[in-house]
C-alpha cells in the first residue's frame, strides 16, 4: 500500500510516499526505514522502487523529494544543500515515529547514491537511526571536487567555483537564479563523457526512467555549500550501531565506499554485487533484487530482531 504524505523540514513541507506492507498483518508497529533519492532523482525513481521491495518484505519505509527538487517546497529549484538534504532525512525520521504503523524504537535508514552519503551523515549524529545502509553511496563534495572516478584535475573544480562566485554577484545585481545543466544535452554528449556520465543520462534523460520533477539542473549556489562538506566526518560517531555499503562492483564511484568504509569503526560490511555499474543498482532488476535481498537480511537483522 502507498499513501501520499507530507512532512515538514525546516520550515518547509516535504512530499512523501509512505509504502506499508499489504500482507495481512495484525496492525502491530513495525520496523521503518527512511529511503533517501540519490542527487537529481525524485521518490518516484530509484528512492521508490527500495522503498517498495523493502515494503514487500515486511518493512513500513518512506520514501520522500528533498527540499527544493521533486514535488517538495523550497526556492530556488535545484538548490542541492547538503546540510539541508540531512536535515530532511532526520525530518522524514521524526515523521516515521509519528505513524502508528513505524516502530519508534525500530527505524532505519537507505540512501541511494548522493542520500548515500547525506544517510552516514544523519546516521551519525540522529541516534534514532538503529541501523544505516547505502546503495552505491557517494559524497557529493567528492564527487564535485574530485570527479566521479577520484582522477580529476583540480582545475575542474576550482573553476566551477570561480562560476558559482559570478552566478551569486549576478543574482545580487538583478535577483535571478543562475543554473548549470546536470547532464549532456544530447546521447553523443554522454558517449563522450564515458561510460557513467552515459548510464546517468540514460537514467533519467530516456523513458528508462526520466521523471518531470527530476532536476535537469542545479543552482550555481549549490557549489559552494557542496565545496566544504564532508559527509564522512562523523562516521566514528556512527558506532556502535552496524553500517551495510551495497557496491557495484564495476561502478567507478566505488573508492567513495571503500573510503567510508575504513573510516567506520563500527560493525559493517561492505556488499558487492558483481557485474553492476553505479546506476545499474538504480533499476536494474538482476542488481537490485540480489542488492534488496542483503539489504532486508541486514535489517531484519538490527531491526526486526531488536523488537
Not at 558559482?164 to 554528449?189: K, L, N, S
Not at 564532508?230 to 552496524?242: E, K, M, Q, S, Y
Request: aromatic share 8%.
Amino acid at each position: 500500500m502507498i499513501t501520499d504524505v507530507t512532512f515538514h523540514s525546516a520550515g518547509l513541507d516535504l512530499a512523501g510516499h509512505l509504502y506499508t506492507p499489504d500482507d495481512g498483518g495484525t496492525g502491530s508497529p513495525r520496523p521503518a526505514i527512511v529511503v533517501g533519492h540519490p542527487g537529481g532523482g525524485v521518490k518516484e525513481q530509484a528512492a521508490g522502487l527500495y522503498a517498495r521491495r523493502l515494503a514487500e518484505r515486511g518493512f513500513v519505509t518512506l520514501a520522500f523529494d528533498a527540499a527544493f527538487q521533486g514535488a517538495s517546497e523550497g526556492e530556488p529549484r535545484g538548490l542541492e544543500d547538503p546540510a539541508h538534504r540531512i536535515e530532511d532525512l532526520k525530518a522524514a525520521v521524526s515523521f516515521l515515529t509519528t505513524r502508528a504503523e513505524a516502530d519508534t524504537g525500530r527505524i532505519g535508514a537507505l540512501g541511494i547514491c548522493a542520500s548515500g552519503g547525506y544517510a552516514l551523515a544523519a546516521a551519525s549524529t540522529d541516534q534514532r537511526i538503529r541501523a544505516v545502509a547505502t546503495v552505491s553511496a557517494t559524497d557529493m563534495a567528492r564527487q564535485f571536487r574530485d570527479g566521479a572516478d577520484g582522477t580529476q584535475d583540480p582545475a575542474v573544480f576550482r573553476a566551477m567555483l570561480e562560476a558559482a562566485a559570478a552566478a551569486r554577484t549576478a543574482e545580487a545585481r538583478d535577483g535571478g537564479v543562475r543554473t548549470f545543466p546536470i547532464f549532456p544535452a544530447t546521447e553523443e554528449e554522454a558517449h563522450r563523457g564515458g561510460p557513467h556520465v552515459h548510464d546517468g543520462w540514460e537514467y533519467y534523460c530516456t523513458p528508462r526512467a526520466e521523471h518531470p520533477r527530476a532536476a535537469k539542473a542545479l543552482t550555481w549556489s549549490s557549489i559552494d555549500r557542496i565545496a566544504a562538506f564532508d559527509t564522512f566526518a562523523a562516521l566514528p560517531l556512527l558506532a556502535p550501531r552496524p553500517l551495510l555499503m551495497v557496491v557495484g562492483r564495476e561502478a567507478v564511484t566505488a573508492w567513495m565506499c571503500v573510503q567510508a568504509f575504513q573510516r567506520s569503526t563500527g560493525p559493517k560490511e561492505l556488499h558487492w554485487i558483481d557485474g553492476a555499474s553505479h546506476v545499474d543498482l538504480y533499476d536494474k532488476n538482476e542488481f537490485v533484487t540480489p542488492a534488496v535481498a542483503r539489504l532486508a537480511g541486514f535489517f531484519g537483522t538490527h531491526l526486526v530482531a531488536a523488537a
